[in-house]
């Protein structure tokens, strides 16, 4: 018999191979049914183009899915990245905003290459689209092209080299107002989250975007420590927002995926629900109020 207080857990970041990630959609389902994890978002940057086969293999395997997506986003000079949670996949706005993101992060690779091109790194685009084969191509897929070819011996290689910022391929990607992102992602009916607020070294600014709309923090996170995650859990219960929390998973990462590392407790995850339930019956109401 199972407890289900011990499958409490959700991890809401993720991705797979239609970003950044390496894994297929149900191959990271599968994975999160053997980490026993009861509810799963996939967050790929720029896209929810995997949300659909993933939704059919979380349903297949008992878990709970959420639609979601990761944003990278810009507030007062600052990066941030903005989680979407609970979006709606037809949301027609959602979609076209995401096909410019998309169509910029193209043209982004063949600047990319061809500034690796000048320092006579031979790299041809195709190869990077092709190992790419998704349409929210990034740097990792420039880096594992190089690595493929014999350019560097491995990612970090590549990174450091080469893509990190401020090296000789690096090249700025487009970002949307944070204010921008997080309206986008409410008139899609999600929840707006800030994703790994300890990364971007961003607090000053977190009280502004709550102004703004901003609906939750993601305390848990592989990259916060202990301390970290009691700081924004802290931060999170003064602003009266909610609180997320996720691994991050992008496939293997030296030798070992990062899912089931960081386990949301299911409290939290229910409150996210609850708050979308209950943003979605205004929304029902104001629509039928205005008709
Ligand atoms: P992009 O969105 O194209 O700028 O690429 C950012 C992505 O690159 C992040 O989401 C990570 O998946 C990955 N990344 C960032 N820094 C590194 C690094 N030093 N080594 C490997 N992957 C990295
Ligand atoms: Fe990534
Ligand atoms: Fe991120
Ligand atoms: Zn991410």
């Given at each position: 018999m199972t407890h289900p207080e011990t499958n409490n857990f959700a991890d809401l970041h993720l991705h797979t191979f239609?970003?950044?990630?390496?894994?297929?959609p149900e191959e990271l389902a599968a994975r999160g049914s053997q980490a026993g994890l009861m509810a799963m978002a996939l967050t790929d940057h720029d896209t929810i183009e995997g949300c659909a086969r993933m939704a059919a293999a979380c349903q297949g395997l008992a878990i709970e899915f959420i639609v979601g997506t990761e944003l990278t986003a810009e507030f007062d000079g600052r990066e941030v990245h903005l989680l979407g949670f609970?979006?709606?996949?037809?949301?027609e706005k959602l979609l076209a905003e995401i096909k410019k993101f998309q169509d910029v992060r193209q043209s982004r690779i063949l600047e990319m290459v061809s500034r690796l091109n000048k320092v006579n790194?031979?790299?041809?685009a195709e190869t990077v689209f092709e190992l790419a084969?998704?349409?929210?191509?990034g740097r990792p897929h420039v880096g594992r092209a190089m690595v493929q070819e014999g350019f560097c011996a491995s990612l970090d290689e590549a990174f450091e080299r080469f893509?990190?910022?401020?090296?000789?391929a690096w090249v700025p990607k487009h970002k949307i107002s944070a204010i921008n992102a997080i309206e986008l992602i409410h008139q899609a009916g999600g929840l707006a989250v800030l994703a790994h607020p300890g990364l971007n070294h961003c607090d000053e600014i977190i009280p502004s975007l709550v102004e703004q709309?901003?609906?939750?923090?993601?305390?848990?996170?592989?990259?916060?420590?202990p301390s970290t995650s009691q700081h924004y859990l802290k931060m999170a219960a003064h602003l009266n927002v909610l609180v997320s929390g996720g691994s991050?998973?992008?496939?293997?990462s030296k030798n070992k995926?990062?899912?089931?590392g960081v386990k949301l407790p299911g409290v939290y995850f229910e409150k996210l629900k609850q708050a979308h339930q209950e943003r979605e019956s205004h929304r029902g109401a104001s629509v039928e109020h205005s008709s």
């Open positions: 239609f970003s950044d990630g390496t894994f297929s609970f979006l709606d996949p037809q949301n790194v031979p790299l041809r084969n998704c349409r929210s191509p893509l990190k910022k401020g090296r000789v709309g901003l609906d939750g923090i993601e305390c848990f996170h592989t990259k916060h420590n991050d998973c992008h496939g293997y995926p990062l899912i089931g």
